[in-house]
């Protein structure tokens, strides 16, 4: 009787530790960073891709992306794009690494100044170029200058683009006549007197709080000429860069405006 009751005394105790020891796991995964990033999405835009122009700062955020294996949605004004080898391996790298692309202009045109069969033409040439150059069948339209007016929509309907992203601060996050608008609401840097200066880490992060209780995302545009000062590139911003990324990395979950758009 004695050696029965120490046995079931074993088992029970037995049983109290593995239960425990379930609990402390199911807490570390729904309570760290299983939960903390889920459904708390945040792109990362790069304006201005090119050849040739502040191409260090491009290759530092084409390559920076691969290394760390998280996307960018890169913006690529397609009419000077294509002779760089350097850039364009770059690229071709990050697209591999899942890194999606965009339409920005076909040289960086103000595209509302135009007709609606101009801004057709454009949209055409500059989706054919970065199939040709990249293999991708782009329908991202990010406009230089945050500028389009409804011809623009009608041209991308015409040549099957279904997400323009502009400016939050300009147009905030909606759908125009069946078009999605997912608009950048964080800035990574200000320019003062022609001057980038990049945002505290603090700051974007509140920026980025902000956004999400306000639209249910963030998405921080940037351009390779935020990290170039003086014709040198910039290592305190760079430093800068990667230690947010490495905060982010946190609580958020990297992503692109095309996966954003079937999220919701």
Same mark, same amino acid.
């Given at each position: 009787?004695?050696?029965?009751?120490?046995?079931?005394?074993?088992?029970?105790?037995?049983?109290?530790?593995?239960?425990?020891?379930?609990?402390?796991?199911?807490a570390?995964?729904?309570?760290?960073?299983?939960?903390?990033?889920?459904?708390?999405?945040?792109i990362?835009?790069?304006?201005?891709?090119?050849?040739?122009?502040?191409?260090?700062?491009?290759?530092?955020?084409?390559?920076?992306s691969?290394?760390?294996?998280?996307?960018?949605?890169?913006?690529?004004i397609?009419?000077?794009?294509?002779?760089?080898?350097?850039?364009?391996?770059?690229?071709?790298?990050?697209?591999?690494?899942?890194?999606?692309?965009?339409?920005?202009?076909?040289?960086?045109?103000?595209?509302?100044?135009?007709?609606?069969?101009?801004?057709?033409?454009?949209?055409?040439?500059?989706?054919?170029?970065?199939?040709?150059?990249?293999?991708?069948?782009?329908?991202?339209?990010?406009?230089?200058?945050?500028?389009?007016?409804?011809?623009?929509?009608?041209a991308?309907?015409e040549?099957?683009?279904?997400?323009?992203?502009?400016?939050?601060?300009?147009?905030?996050?909606?759908?125009?006549?069946?078009?999605?608008?997912?608009? +950048?609401? $964080?800035?990574?840097?200000?320019?003062?007197?022609?001057i980038? *200066? =990049?945002?505290s /880490?603090?700051?974007? &992060?509140?920026?980025?709080?902000?956004?999400?209780?306000?639209y249910?995302?963030? +998405?921080? $545009?940037?351009?390779?000429?935020?990290?170039?000062?003086?014709g *040198? =590139?910039?290592? /305190?911003a760079?430093? &800068?860069?990667?230690?947010l990324?490495?905060?982010?990395?946190?609580?958020?979950?990297?992503?692109?405006?095309?996966n954003?758009?079937?999220?919701?």
């Amino acid at each position: 009787m004695i050696q029965l009751l120490f046995r079931s005394k074993k088992k029970a105790s037995a049983l109290f530790l593995a239960l425990t020891l379930v609990a402390i796991i199911l807490a570390v995964f729904t309570g760290g960073f299983l939960r903390t990033p889920q459904n708390r999405f945040l792109i990362i835009r790069v304006d201005d891709i090119q050849d040739f122009a502040f191409r260090e700062g491009q290759l530092f955020l084409l390559k920076q992306s691969v290394e760390a294996n998280y996307p960018l949605s890169l913006a690529i004004i397609a009419g000077m794009f294509g002779q760089d080898a350097e850039i364009l391996e770059a690229m071709q790298l990050a697209v591999a690494s899942g890194c999606e692309v965009g339409v920005h202009g076909w040289k960086h045109e103000n595209i509302a100044n135009f007709s609606k069969n101009e801004q057709m033409t454009i949209l055409f040439q500059a989706k054919t170029r970065i199939k040709e150059l990249l293999g991708i069948n782009t329908r991202l339209l990010i406009p230089p200058m945050f500028s389009f007016d409804s011809n623009t929509i009608s041209a991308m309907h015409e040549e099957s683009y279904t997400i323009i992203s502009t400016c939050a601060d300009l147009h905030e996050p909606s759908s125009i006549s069946g078009i999605k608008n997912i608009p +950048a609401t $964080v800035e990574l840097s200000n320019l003062v007197n022609d001057i980038w *200066q =990049m945002k505290s /880490i603090d700051a974007i &992060s509140a920026e980025a709080e902000k956004s999400v209780e306000l639209y249910g995302y963030a +998405a921080i $545009v940037t351009h390779p000429q935020e990290f170039i000062s003086n014709g *040198q =590139m910039n290592h /305190i911003a760079i430093e &800068s860069y990667i230690n947010l990324l490495v905060k982010l990395s946190e609580t958020w979950q990297f992503t692109t405006f095309e996966n954003l758009n079937l999220q919701k």
